[in-house]
């Protein structure tokens, strides 16, 4: 999905430098702290979450967790010490994938300490401050916009068919974004 190259050039025409390599942890908030005025979270569930699933990694997924929520919750403390600005772009209420047990905790800690947090229409702040506790003062409602940028013009359907060499006679099934279990693409 374009979404972040679009959200990264719409943010550098305006002057802002984006950089993809920060480390959820304090002595890199120190060391970097001088070349950054904020950090940005989206997705933030990556940062706590373990990937392993079954009852076997239950004890496993929990102390993971924990260690991640409260690095975050460090990091957080320390951008506030150090004048770091603190964005959360609330992209979705909930993963497609799910809710672990750790993500609301993970949200309320990232909303209450957020100095911005972004959301794409004023239902979805709505929402998020109800789940998340942050004060609406400090959040904006900055709608996703369009993906033209992103995208070549379209082309008559049966041209683009015949160039990926399909029948043009017969149904297409597309999928932009990820193949997910529950979008039943597999039957």
């Given amino acids: 999905h374009p979404y972040f190259k679009l959200l990264h050039a719409a943010l550098e025409r305006h002057g802002v430098e984006i950089s993809d390599s920060v480390d959820i942890g304090v002595s890199w908030l120190r060391a970097n702290c001088g070349r950054i005025d904020a950090v940005h979270f989206h997705w933030p569930e990556t940062i706590w979450r373990d990937r392993r699933s079954g009852a076997r990694y239950l004890v496993a997924r929990a ?42 905790l993970g949200y309320l800690l990232i909303g209450r300490s957020a100095d911005v947090v972004v959301n794409h229409s004023a239902w979805s702040l709505e929402e998020a401050r109800r789940d998340y ?54 039957l």
């Fill in 63 to 104: 102390v993971h967790s924990s260690r991640g929520l409260l690095r975050m919750a460090r990091f957080l403390h320390a951008a506030r010490r150090l004048a770091v600005a603190r964005v959360w772009a609330v992209h979705n209420l909930e993963p497609h994938e799910g809710v672990s047990l750790w993500d609301p």
């Fill in 133 to 186: 506790g942050f004060d609406t003062a400090r959040a904006v409602v900055m709608p996703m916009g369009t993906l033209h940028e992103a995208y070549p013009p379209p082309r008559p359907r049966d041209t683009v068919l015949a160039e990926i060499g399909l029948d043009p006679a017969l149904p297409m099934i597309s999928c932009l974004g990820r193949m997910r279990g529950y979008k039943g693409l597999d």
